[in-house]
């Protein structure tokens, strides 16, 4: 990790976006019998700590420096407040493509501005399986937009990574999960019982 991801890995801890337990996820929505998850990542809660999300951004700064894109692209709404923050700051245009198209005003799938043509980089919390991301592609490419990269705060490491590649799409992920958790377990704010319970957990759910 950079000293900047280690930071936000410790804001990440510290005000509760990492929570262990027993957690049912979306992927339950497909899989309902899948094994409940030993832990959680809520990175909504990020937009009530202004301090972390300014670390965020300095870190996907880091992460998109290089790719080349004409618009920010969010798959709301966890990722909204991210990357209309990130779209300030960088000056580069943000949309939003919508899960179903509005029935009332000017009827669309995509909030925004945009032309045909343009090559978008789409930005989510995290990633388990591709679904969501795909769902947004679709939208986007319907839509004549190009989309190559999908940037995310978290890969959880369960196959959505994997899925994208298979599409032909590339991930950029600032944590892997497995990251994290070292981390956290050499930092000792993660028991081993605990770190290898999510490990197991981790080999079998991909």
Same mark, same amino acid.
């Given at each position: 990790?950079?000293? %900047?991801?280690?930071? #936000? ?9 990492i929570k262990f337990g027993a957690f049912k996820l979306k992927l339950h929505e497909k899989v309902p019998d899948a094994p409940l ?5 809520? #990175? ?17 700064? *880091?992460?998109?420096?290089?790719? %080349? ?47 045909? @043509? ?17 769902? !947004?592609?679709?939208?986007?490419? *319907?839509? @004549? #937009?190009?989309?190559?990269?999908? #940037? ?6 369960? @196959?959505?990574? /994997?899925?994208? *590649?298979?599409?032909?799409y590339r991930l950029h992920a600032v944590f892997k999960l497995k990251d994290l958790l070292s981390y956290y377990l050499k930092k @000792? /704010? ?5 770190? *290898? ?5 981790? !080999?079998?759910?991909?």
């Amino acid at each position: 990790m950079t000293e %900047k991801q280690e930071i #936000l890995a410790s804001d990440l801890f510290e005000v509760g976006a990492i929570k262990f337990g027993a957690f049912k996820l979306k992927l339950h929505e497909k899989v309902p019998d899948a094994p409940l998850s030993p832990i959680y990542i809520d #990175l909504r809660i990020l937009r009530s700590f202004p301090k972390v999300l300014r670390n965020t951004i300095e870190v996907f700064k *880091e992460l998109i420096a290089g790719l %080349k894109f004409d618009l920010l692209a969010d798959i709301p709404t966890a990722a909204t407040p991210l990357v209309a923050i990130l779209s300030y700051e960088m000056g580069i245009p943000m949309i939003s493509p919508r899960k179903d198209e509005k029935t009332h005003g000017l009827s669309r799938r995509i909030d925004g501005v945009f032309q045909t @043509g343009q090559t978008v980089l789409l930005l989510d919390d995290l990633i388990t399986k591709a679904d969501s991301k795909f769902e !947004a592609i679709q939208a986007l490419q *319907e839509n @004549g #937009l190009r989309v190559q990269d999908v #940037l995310v705060l978290v890969d959880r490491e369960q @196959g959505g990574a /994997q899925q994208l *590649e298979e599409a032909g799409y590339r991930l950029h992920a600032v944590f892997k999960l497995k990251d994290l958790l070292s981390y956290y377990l050499k930092k @000792g /704010q993660l028991e081993p019982a605990r770190y *290898e319970e999510i490990m197991r957990y981790l !080999a079998t759910s991909t």
